[in-house]
């Protein structure tokens, strides 16, 4: 059984991700696409306030069932967990010292609390990110031609998309087993959550990403893998001063592309030392974790403005797409790369499909494919650094 999972809370943010009505456009696209392929498709919409041991004591405490389940692997707390945004905001030296709203209520963790919680129902679980889904052509395209390895009996407990050149980790896509290992994982993420990396704010260090991605080199090390950490303080924030509008504001900021050359220099050795608990899936075969901005055409100004040339065509009808990076409300270019005349006609799973079906017939008389599954040979062509 393969159940997909998105989790969104109303933040007091506002962060344009996390607030619900921006997510069940999204989430009723994802389900409809589960019940296309008799999937399971979960929407949690459970508040996170952070700090999961005093979430499960207060649960105790009222006596009702804890909001996630304990943690089956309790991992010792390295010394930096004592950090927490409390103590890095405060004044010094007239400096404003900066930490972003969003992890104040942790809205970027309620997916991995609620995928602890759902897993044990699912034999593979699938977690999505609000600014992902399925391209319309590829509708009809099931998830295991993607994650091939839940077909081929893979020992593997997390499947993610293989990373290339120029590009940034993201964990915007991730499917995890429902195993030992599976469970470990998860644990191993979510016990992460009051780490320094949490409170850093917008920036490469992307709340729960570092977490996300040291868990993975941990869950390959507990496999046999060779890794002591090594890579961990490349993404603990460091306070560096900014001026800005002539305010001196103190923000926190991480070595993230130090981190990403040490990552992959690790998790590359520990697969050639033949480490199989975490599947890389080939962006060449399937891009499970597709990013438009930087990879298309009509995204080349992304950069510079908010949105896209709908007059330039899309070039790759890549599996699953995501709009990390994109600058500004990212919702109407999603709408408009979806070919949707209106949000509302998502809750309609009876029009999804037949819009999809039109997209594939579109796609197979132009490219000879409805859906080619993957995106362009050489990635981040229409970045202007050459990166996404």
Sequence with gaps: RIGILMACQDAQTGNQLTRLDRCLPWANLWRCYAEEHGYHFVYDSRRFDGVLGRRQLQAANESVAPVSPPLRHPMPEPDMAATTWQQLSFMKDGSRWRVHGSDLDRAWWTRWVAARRE????????????????????FFTRLEAAFLGVLRGSQAEVFVRDIRDGEDLNNGVAMVRNS??????????????????????????????????????????????????????????????????????????????????????????????????????????????????????????AHRYAGRDPDIPIEHTAFIWHYVNHFGSKWPSMQGDWGLPSLEVTRDCSAIRAMAKVSAQYFHQKEGRACKMSGPSLPCMYSPDKRC
């Design 180 to 301: 030992e290992g599976g469970h470990l994982f998860l644990d191993l993420l979510v016990s992460k959550e009051r780490w320094p990396s949490a409170v850093a704010g917008p920036g490469p260090c992307m709340y729960d990403q570092s977490a996300f991605y040291e868990a993975l080199l941990e869950l390959m090390a507990a496999a046999g893998g060779t890794y002591r950490g090594e890579c961990s303080a490349l993404w603990r924030p460091v306070p560096k001063l900014f001026t800005t509008y002539g305010e001196e504001v103190v923000s926190f900021v991480c070595n993230w592309e130090g981190y990403t050359v040490c990552w992959r220099h690790f998790a590359s050795r520990m697969v050639l030392e033949g480490v199989k608990v975490v599947e890389f899936v080939r962006v060449e075969e399937a891009d499970v974790n597709y990013r438009p901005i930087g990879n298309e055409a009509r995204y080349i100004y």
């Design 119 to 138: 897993l044990a129902r699912h034999d593979y679980l699938l977690v999505v990110d609000p600014d992902t889904f399925v391209f319309p052509s590829c």
